[in-house]
């Protein structure tokens, strides 16, 4: 018998809610949203990717817990998640590389790309972002212990791009204590190397969502399976480098979820072959 299809209150105002941020968050990047200071739109439009990545986070775990799972929502999650974690973080990039941006002071970038390069590069991480959630609704059934994923899932690749607008908030990340001539002294390099380095990281995640490459799935790790000796050096490790860095620890931790993996299969794959072709 096929399953009665079910509209979950609850579970799905979740999901609406992943979807309103991700809206907004272009609004706040073009400026056409509600009146703010001019050097804070593009943090309040990468703080609210992160909080669609919240909202992501609760609607499946509140259908599960209420019992209100269903293909709607199912489907309602991917096309909400193409807005917030792919058209969203590809529209913040472009924004954030553009050389009139604001920081609160003038600075000089060593490298400029071209304007269609950044949208080849934007178009492409949308396009990898619906062809991962594509392949994500297909391979996944409702009995799948979502302890993995393959590929980089979307909403930390969204969390990678927004984290460097919210790294470079205030004295660029420095600690309150400091004066505003160490500030801007790092301001004066930091900056740009982000926003030349940021298009680069774009292209980076896109490939990894569509690559084979595992990815443990941490929210489920930490706060479902059993948490080993290795889960809390990380939880420490993690709380440690955010009380000493604060705003940089953000592109920091989502950077090596990024990245660590592949370079981790790289390894292996290497140290595998050497170890093939060395004699017996």
Same mark, same amino acid.
């Given at each position: ?34 009146? &703010?200071?001019?050097?804070? +739109? ?30 709607? $929502? ?12 792919? !058209? ?25 790309? +071209?304007?269609?390069?950044?949208? !080849? ?24 212990? +979502? ?11 969204? $969390? ?5 607008? &919210?790294?470079? +908030?205030?004295?660029? $990340?420095?600690?309150? $204590? ?66 000493? !860095? ?35």
């Amino acid at each position: 018998m096929k399953k009665r299809k079910m509209f979950a209150v609850l579970p799905t105002l979740l999901t609406l809610g992943n979807a309103a941020c991700g809206f907004g968050a272009i609004t706040f990047a073009a400026k056409v949203g509600p009146q &703010i200071p001019a050097e804070n +739109h593009l943090v309040i439009a990468a703080l609210l990717i992160f909080l669609a990545m919240v909202f992501d986070m609760l609607d499946g775990s509140v259908a599960r817990l209420t019992d209100q799972t269903s293909e709607f $929502g199912a489907q309602l999650d991917s096309l909400c998640d193409a807005v917030s974690f792919g !058209v969203a973080p590809a529209f913040l990039m472009l924004q954030f590389t553009r050389a009139d941006h604001s920081f609160g002071s003038q600075i000089t970038l060593p490298f400029q790309y +071209h304007p269609r390069l950044l949208w !080849v590069i934007a178009t492409l991480f949308v396009v990898c972002v619906l062809l991962r959630l594509a392949r994500f609704n297909v391979e996944t059934d409702e009995e799948d212990s +979502h302890e993995g994923f393959s590929g980089l899932p979307s909403p930390a690749a969204a $969390g990678t791009i927004a984290a460097f607008p &919210i790294a470079m +908030h205030g004295p660029v $990340g420095l600690m309150a $204590g400091d004066s505003v001539q160490i500030a801007n002294a790092t301001a004066s390099w930091l900056i740009p190397t982000v926003v030349t380095i940021l298009p680069l990281v774009t292209l980076a995640v896109a490939c990894l969502m569509v690559s084979r490459i595992r990815y443990a799935h941490v929210f489920n790790q930490l706060f479902r399976g059993r948490r080993s000796r290795q889960h809390l050096i990380q939880i420490v490790f993690t709380a440690a480098l955010i009380v000493v !860095v604060k705003e940089l620890a953000v592109p920091v931790i989502f950077c090596y979820f990024a990245f660590a993996s592949p370079l981790r299969a790289g390894w292996q794959e290497l140290a595998g072959r050497w170890r093939r072709k060395s004699p017996t």
